[in-house]
């Protein structure tokens, strides 16, 4: 049987595409999670029972750490509008399957929400205040605390209880996608024009629309402008006001509420970028942090500022600014200048492009696994913590 790895971005499932006797392809998902695994397998079957774009499950391994699922093919929303994320000008095509790709957004909220049974998402059935201070946390422990800003921890946590309230208050009737954006987004052509389809959404749960619209529309390396991302939130909210106009206030209302969901959003994939990128190394994770600082600190400047609503983060937003572009570059591990960290092994320059270099070295785990230049991931790690050290022994003391 033929198989095809297909890169990992940011969760630790794999994926493998696999030639099946009947000459068509499907994919192979191996997970590190049962209840996740779970999750997804029983999303996917309720979603497609309602009509929604989703990939089937056509097969579960009887301990369900692995499953197989249609191949939708390669066909990235966020590489279809390349050309719109780079230039700034986004073409009618691409506009028009923004637009198609937010409408059945809607649908997948309301529709996807119809008789699901929440007790089997994972990892929590809805957002609830646990939930939202994870995710607030995870920006300050993963993000915030790397940058060795000085803060006033009190006054922030004082943010925290009031964003959690504001997000608590908003309606959550609906799907709650969580990480919805187009990386998460594939297109599939049909005679009736490109369609998008929906993937990762197994942690999704209950919880309020806003926050996949903020997820969406202010992605931080997607680079919509201002009069784009309006037009795209009217399409959105006149497909939400034909499936749930109750859950909707009036429009200035809406985008005031859809404010402070995107501050908290925001924050949340700060805290995935550092961890992602300053901890792990991964670079475009690293490449997003100054744009998302920028949607940062544009949430706390005109006529929808938050900056009364919550000064401490407001304050924190001037000072982040600041950080030299080389502290997000993916050249560094994180801002702190790396003393500590273990230096990047030389490659010799005499070394032809095209052969295999292997670099041996070693390190110490408090200090951090050593980057990786080549942008591959690293290779080997060996914990050597147990063997005995051997220049506690004469005969090799004098040996390198």
Same mark, same amino acid.
């Given at each position: ?53 989703? *990939?089937?499950?056509?097969?579960? /391994? ?28 986004? /073409? ?26 929440? /007790? ?17 946390? #995870? ?8 940058? @060795? ?9 004082? =943010? $925290?209880?009031? +964003? ?6 908003? *309606?959550?009737?609906? $799907?709650?996608?969580? =990480? ?42 997607? @680079?919509?402008?201002? =009069?784009?991302?309006?037009?795209? +939130? ?29 501050? $908290? ?18 670079? @475009? $994770?690293?490449? %997003?942090?100054?744009?998302? +600082? ?66 041996? #070295? %070693?390190? /110490? ?24 050290? *051997? ?10």
């Amino acid at each position: 049987m033929t198989q095809q790895p297909i890169a990992q971005s940011g969760s630790n499932r794999r994926y493998i595409r696999e030639a099946t006797p009947q000459g068509t392809t499907q994919i192979r998902v191996i997970g590190t999670s049962l209840a996740e695994n779970r999750a997804f397998c029983y999303l996917s079957d309720h979603f497609r029972a309602r009509g929604i774009n989703v *990939p089937q499950v056509t097969w579960i /391994s009887p301990d369900g750490m692995s499953y197989l699922q249609e191949d939708l093919g390669d066909s990235l929303l966020f590489d279809r509008i390349r050309n719109g994320r780079e230039t700034g000008v986004f /073409s009618p095509e691409e506009q028009q399957l923004l637009t198609r790709t937010l409408s059945d957004l809607a649908q997948l909220q309301v529709l996807g929400a119809q008789d699901l049974d929440w /007790s089997r998402c994972y990892p929590v059935p809805a957002m609830d205040r646990r939930s939202i201070l994870w995710d607030l946390n #995870y920006w300050k422990y993963c993000f915030l605390k790397y940058t @060795h800003i000085d803060f006033d921890e009190c006054a922030l946590e004082d =943010d $925290f209880d009031r +964003l959690a309230d504001y997000i608590l208050s908003l *309606p959550a009737e609906t $799907f709650l996608y969580r =990480d919805f954006q187009s990386r998460n987004v594939m297109v599939r052509d049909t005679p009736d024009g490109p369609q998008p389809w929906f993937i990762d959404f197994q942690g999704g749960r209950r919880g309020p629309f806003y926050y996949d619209l903020a997820s969406f529309l202010w992605q931080a390396t997607a @680079h919509y402008p201002d =009069d784009l991302r309006e037009r795209l +939130l009217d399409a959105y909210y006149e497909r939400m006001r034909l499936l749930r106009p109750d859950l909707l206030p009036a429009r200035p209302d809406f985008r005031r509420c859809l404010q402070h969901v995107v501050l $908290f959003r925001t924050l949340q994939v700060l805290g995935a970028y550092g961890f992602r990128g300053w901890g792990e190394r991964k670079q @475009h $994770f690293l490449r %997003s942090i100054p744009p998302a +600082l920028a949607n940062l600190r544009n949430l706390f400047g005109g006529p929808l500022s938050l900056a009364a609503d919550y000064p401490a983060l407001a304050d924190l937003s001037a000072v982040l600014s600041t950080i030299p572009a080389a502290q997000t570059d993916a050249s560094d591990a994180a801002p702190e200048a790396s003393a500590a960290a273990p230096a990047t092994p030389a490659v010799a320059s005499d070394i032809p492009d095209d052969a295999l270099t292997v670099t041996i #070295y %070693s390190f /110490s785990f408090k200090r951090g696994i050593p980057e990786d230049p080549s942008g591959n991931g690293g290779g080997y790690v060996f914990d050597c913590r147990s063997t005995h050290n *051997p220049g506690k022994y004469d005969r090799y003391k004098s040996l390198t």
